[in-house]
């Protein structure tokens, strides 16, 4: 069981915040020093061991295990928790890690250590109403994580098949990312990855040879692309995939993770069937999924005369490709295979039955947020 999922039960039973937190021994130390009340165990010179308490202000720290010079805490805030139910988590803790820890952590590497202590830090702060925005120096130290780097955000969806380990997943990245990769595990499906920005120069050098002119979010996006597509094929079969600008992950380890859980989110909900998500292209997204559903059904009933016409597949893929091609009606008639008197029927029709031309400006912005609200009030 990872620490993320035992946690929460033990929050639940204990009805209280409990957290894990990192800090380095001489912290430990200090706070054993300075607490109000300590439990060392026998062998108070063999420290910090598994199950060993530090009690300060209406909070107490358990052991729950160390690596190399850092100690891993159970921070429990309860001012009223009884000293046997701190006994039987310090007991749990103690025969729990004395059987397992020993071989769990030779079987780590000093990479995926690493990671998870950066995806424990990320999770507490994710739950706090007063989150720390910047790494630790403990977390960072020797690191290149104050470096820009492009952020992914990977949610895989085979439930139900064997998943790859980090290792496995760590060497595909490598593979496509460069050497240069952070790989850290959020849930027990979801992967942030941060990646080399010298992979945008790589994407520039291509673009010049090509003599096309490429954004930063083209550069992005095709990355992204080729990233999902290896995923999909060497490793996980069906997952998502979020990209965002590069970033100082130092700095922005939190927003950025936020972020990209939002993007994940907010595509799965408006574009069904779209595995790379990119969240400059959801803004409109992002605003309309703030109004309440009550709101949203209420503005459908009053905007749209026509609801069949938004199910006929014909006209949806019309409507959806025209938005695409930047209401070019050239392009999208070439894009969908039609003469171009065709498309302008199909839009004709449109106008008919709605009273809205999309090729008006302002007809094609309220038909494309009624496109929006509608896919996600009908599944609704």
Not at 188 to 212: H, K, M, P, T, Y
Not at 215 to 231: C, K, N, P, Y
Not at 326 to 351: F, M, P, Q
Request: hydrophobic share 40%; net charge negative; proline share 3%.
């Amino acid at each position: 069981m990872s620490t993320t999922d035992w946690l929460k039960t033990l929050q639940h039973i204990l009805n209280c915040p409990v957290h894990v937190v990192s800090k380095s021994i001489a912290e430990w130390d200090e706070l054993v020093k300075n607490a109000d009340s300590t439990w060392l165990g026998e062998q108070t010179k063999d420290t910090p061991r598994e199950g060993q308490r530090a009690d300060k202000g209406g909070k107490t720290w358990i052991v729950a295990g160390r690596a190399d010079s850092i100690v891993e805490l159970i921070e429990i805030d309860h001012p009223s928790l009884q000293t046997s139910e701190k006994e039987l988590i310090s007991w749990t803790l103690q025969l729990d890690r004395g059987q397992s820890a020993p071989k769990n952590t030779s079987a780590l590497s000093e990479t995926e250590r690493s990671a998870l202590k950066l995806s424990e830090w990320i999770q507490k702060q994710l739950e706090s109403d007063e989150p720390a925005y910047s790494l630790p120096d403990h977390l960072t130290v020797g690191s290149r994580l104050y470096n820009d780097m492009i952020p992914f955000l990977l949610v895989t969806e085979q439930t139900n098949t064997k998943q790859a380990t980090y290792s496995d997943l760590e060497k595909l990245l490598r593979s496509f990312l460069s050497e240069d990769v952070v790989l850290i595990p959020l849930k027990s499906q979801e992967w942030l990855i941060w990646g080399s920005v010298s992979l945008l120069r790589d994407e520039d050098a291509d673009s010049f040879n090509e003599q096309e002119e490429e954004t930063l979010e083209d550069s992005l996006a095709s990355i992204g692309l080729g990233l999902h597509e290896m995923l999909a094929s060497e490793w996980i079969g069906e997952c998502h995939l979020a990209v965002a600008h590069p970033t100082t992950p130092a700095k922005g380890m939190v927003e950025t993770t936020v972020l990209l859980r939002e993007t994940v989110n907010l595509g799965r909900k408006f574009h069904v069937g779209t595995n790379i998500h990119l969240p400059w292209m959801l803004q409109l997204e992002r605003l309309l999924n703030a109004i309440p559903e009550a709101q949203r059904s209420k503005y459908l009933e009053q905007s749209m005369k026509r609801a069949d016409l938004f199910v006929e597949s014909e006209m949806l893929s019309t409507i959806e490709t025209f938005f695409t091609l930047d209401c070019n009606v050239s392009e999208t008639a070439k894009k969908l295979y039609i003469h171009r008197n065709t498309l302008l029927y199909r839009l004709d029709k449109l106008k008919q039955e709605t009273g809205l031309d999309v090729r008006q400006f302002k007809d094609a912005v309220l038909v494309k947020i009624i496109l929006l609200l509608y896919k996600v009030t009908k599944r609704n």
